[in-house]
C-alpha cells in the first residue's frame, strides 16, 4: 500500500465511535464481527484487484484491549498487526484482500483472526471473484486393485466453479457386462483446482476374466468425463478349475483319437481276412 493509504488505515483503526456499555457478569468482555453488524465479511471483485472491509471491535471492559490482527486461507492484510482499543470503546479496523491475477473466479473462503486475552475469534469471510464461469470435470489415474477388486481414481475440478459429482461405473468382460452401477451423488464438493482420491468397492469381481472398466463422472453444468482402466482377473481356485476342464478335455480328445484309430484298424482287419 501506499504511505498515503497506510496512514489513512492505521488512522480509521484507532478512530473511536463512541462509549460502549459494560458487559454483564459472565459474558466476554469483547467480540469482533464484520462492521454494520452483518453475519460475515463479504468482498466481490476481479481477478487482480485490492478489495477492502472493516472489522468492528468492541472493548466492553474496564481497561484498554490490545488485539492482535491475522487472516488465513485468504491473502487479509491489515494496516497493523495490533491494535489497541481503550476501554467501554469500539473501534473499526479496516482491512484488504489482494485477490491474485491467478485467482479462478467463483466463491472463495477465508477468517479472518482476532486474539486477546488468551482468546480467539474468528470471522467468516466470503471472496467472490468475478468472470466467467466454467464447469469442467476429469477422471483420472483410475487403476484397479484384481486382489479385491477396488477400482481406485482421481476427480479433478479444472472448471471455476464449485462442483458436486456423481459416478457411474460399468466393466466389460469377454462374455458381456459384469458390473453396471448408474451414476449417483458422491458425498463431496470439489473447489475450483481441487482434487480428490477415492475408491469404489467391488466386492464380487469375476474369478477367471478380462475386463475394461470404465467410471463416468458428472456435474452439473460440465460434460460428462470418461476414464477406462484394464483388469486381467484369475484367482487360483479358477485357474485349478479351468485347468482340469483343459486335462479333462484334452484326455477325452485322446480317447477319441484312440478309439477311431482301433475303429480303423478292425476294418482293415476285417477286410483282409474276407
Same mark, same amino acid.
Given at each position: 500500500?501506499?504511505? %498515503?493509504?497506510?496512514?489513512?488505515?492505521?488512522a480509521?483503526a484507532?478512530?473511536?465511535?463512541?462509549?460502549? %456499555?459494560?458487559?454483564?457478569?459472565?459474558?466476554?468482555?469483547?467480540?469482533?464481527?464484520?462492521?454494520?453488524?452483518?453475519?460475515?465479511?463479504?468482498?466481490?471483485?476481479? &481477478?487482480?484487484?485490492?478489495?477492502?472491509?472493516?472489522?468492528?471491535?468492541?472493548?466492553?471492559? &474496564?481497561?484498554?484491549?490490545?488485539?492482535?490482527?491475522?487472516?488465513?486461507?485468504?491473502?487479509?492484510?491489515?494496516?497493523a498487526?495490533?491494535v489497541?482499543?481503550?476501554a467501554?470503546?469500539?473501534?473499526?479496523?479496516?482491512?484488504a484482500?489482494t485477490?491474485?491475477?491467478?485467482?479462478?473466479?467463483?466463491?472463495?473462503?477465508?477468517?479472518?483472526?482476532?486474539?486477546?486475552?488468551?482468546?480467539?475469534?474468528?470471522?467468516?469471510?466470503?471472496?467472490?471473484?468475478?468472470?466467467?464461469?466454467?464447469?469442467?470435470?476429469?477422471?483420472?489415474?483410475?487403476?484397479?486393485?484384481?486382489?479385491?477388486?477396488?477400482?481406485?481414481?482421481?476427480?479433478?475440478?479444472?472448471?471455476?466453479?464449485?462442483?458436486?459429482?456423481?459416478? %457411474?461405473?460399468?466393466?466389460?468382460?469377454?462374455?458381456?457386462?459384469v458390473?453396471?452401477?448408474?451414476?449417483?451423488?458422491?458425498?463431496?464438493?470439489?473447489?475450483?483446482?481441487?482434487r480428490?482420491?477415492?475408491?469404489?468397492?467391488?466386492?464380487?469381481p469375476?474369478?477367471?476374466?478380462?475386463?475394461?472398466?470404465r467410471?463416468?463422472?458428472?456435474?452439473?453444468g460440465?460434460?460428462?468425463?470418461? &476414464?477406462?482402466?484394464e483388469?486381467?482377473?484369475?484367482?487360483?481356485?479358477?485357474?485349478?478349475?479351468?485347468?482340469?476342464?483343459?486335462?479333462? %478335455?484334452?484326455?477325452?480328445?485322446?480317447?477319441?483319437?484312440?478309439?477311431?484309430?482301433?475303429?480303423?484298424?478292425?476294418?482293415?482287419?476285417?477286410?483282409?481276412?474276407?
Amino acid at each position: 500500500m501506499r504511505t %498515503a493509504a497506510r496512514s489513512g488505515l492505521v488512522a480509521a483503526a484507532t478512530a473511536l465511535l463512541g462509549a460502549v %456499555a459494560a458487559a454483564p457478569p459472565g459474558a466476554p468482555d469483547w467480540t469482533a464481527a464484520p462492521a454494520a453488524g452483518r453475519p460475515y465479511a463479504y468482498l466481490e471483485g476481479p &481477478a487482480g484487484s485490492v478489495l477492502q472491509d472493516t472489522l468492528s471491535v468492541t472493548n466492553q471492559g &474496564a481497561r484498554p484491549l490490545t488485539v492482535r490482527l491475522g487472516g488465513q486461507g485468504a491473502p487479509v492484510a491489515f494496516a497493523a498487526r495490533s491494535v489497541t482499543v481503550p476501554a467501554r470503546t469500539r473501534a473499526d479496523v479496516p482491512f484488504a484482500v489482494t485477490v491474485t491475477a491467478d485467482t479462478p473466479p467463483g466463491e472463495h473462503r477465508g477468517t479472518v483472526r482476532v486474539t486477546a486475552d488468551d482468546r480467539e475469534v474468528r470471522v467468516d469471510l466470503r471472496l467472490r471473484v468475478s468472470g466467467p464461469q466454467l464447469a469442467a470435470l476429469t477422471v483420472e489415474d483410475v487403476h484397479v486393485d484384481t486382489t479385491t477388486g477396488t477400482l481406485r481414481y482421481t476427480l479433478v475440478n479444472r472448471g471455476s466453479t464449485v462442483l458436486a459429482p456423481h459416478l %457411474a461405473v460399468r466393466a466389460e468382460g469377454v462374455l458381456g457386462t459384469v458390473l453396471d452401477r448408474p451414476g449417483r451423488p458422491l458425498p463431496l464438493t470439489l473447489r475450483p483446482g481441487r482434487r480428490a482420491t477415492r475408491t469404489e468397492p467391488w466386492p464380487d469381481p469375476p474369478a477367471l476374466d478380462s475386463v475394461t472398466v470404465r467410471l463416468t463422472a458428472t456435474a452439473p453444468g460440465a460434460a460428462p468425463a470418461t &476414464a477406462t482402466a484394464e483388469a486381467a482377473f484369475a484367482s487360483g481356485p479358477a485357474l485349478t478349475g479351468l485347468a482340469g476342464l483343459l486335462l479333462a %478335455a484334452a484326455g477325452g480328445g485322446a480317447y477319441a483319437v484312440r478309439r477311431r484309430g482301433r475303429a480303423r484298424t478292425q476294418r482293415a482287419s476285417a477286410g483282409a481276412n474276407s
